[in-house]
């Protein structure tokens, strides 16, 4: 069983071919029982690989990753009956809950450029009035806890991206297009409940949001793999 996790390649195939059963079961399967059948292993797939991954490492901010994950997936739980205001308000909390985790795994002490961050932070803003535009006469009671929720989530960009310069290239990219697929999976969720149907929603929020969360601890997993190698090579 640990082979399945600790071999990239075979995880990966596993990982999307869980994915992709999880999709088909959002599209064309009941909801009850199939849906709380398939729709956890995403997120405990992620868990135990991160464990079996990171088994014997030393690492202080790995307990954040756990919490993370794991207040992702009682979201998801929670998210599969959004039918539900106030399940879905549970829902929307454990996300944020979960994001802030995040939000403090990708902290670090390492100084940064602040004329980098402007342009972007710019960019972020901008795209958020824009979705909050279209959704603002839709959201009602929803109006704080989604502001709320989507401040957060600006925040998990702002903090992977600059986490630039203080972990290897790679471990950089995956993360931040991760949380760069969570934004448009998260935004898209939003249109979908508050606003209007799009073309291949269920199927595009799904996939984005299964690609974000893989990438996420792909690029968290190789930030470990980097330093454990830094430490030995002194």
């Not at 932070?121 to 929720?149: D, E, H, Q």
Request: aromatic share 20%.
């Amino acid at each position: 069983m640990k082979i399945l996790f600790t071999n990239h390649p075979k995880f990966t195939f596993f990982f999307f071919a869980v994915l992709f059963i999880d999709i088909y079961v959002k599209l064309y399967c009941p909801v009850f029982p199939y849906r709380f059948i398939s729709k956890p292993f995403v997120i405990i797939l992620l868990i135990v690989s991160f464990y079996f991954n990171n088994r014997g490492k030393s690492s202080n901010k790995k307990l954040w990753v756990y919490f993370g994950l794991f207040s992702f997936l009682i979201g998801d739980l929670l998210n599969i009956k959004d039918s539900n205001f106030l399940v879905l308000g549970l829902s929307l909390f454990f996300f944020s809950i979960g994001k802030i985790f995040f939000c403090v795994k990708f902290s670090h002490k390492g100084d940064f450029n602040v004329l980098r961050l402007i342009p972007f932070s710019i960019i972020m803003f901008a795209y958020a009035v824009f979705l909050i535009g279209i959704l603002f006469k839709s959201l009602n009671v929803f109006l704080v806890p989604a502001l709320v929720s989507f401040f957060i989530t600006l925040l998990m960009v702002q903090f992977a991206f600059l986490r630039k310069g203080s972990c290897n290239k790679k471990s950089y990219l995956h993360v931040f297009i991760g949380v760069l697929l969570y934004v448009f999976s998260e935004s898209m969720l939003a249109v979908k409940l508050f606003r209007m149907d799009l073309p291949l929603q269920d199927f595009l929020i799904m996939m984005l949001y299964g690609v974000s969360m893989y990438l996420i601890i792909s690029g968290i997993l190789k930030e470990e793999d980097h330093k454990s190698t830094s430490l030995s090579t002194h």
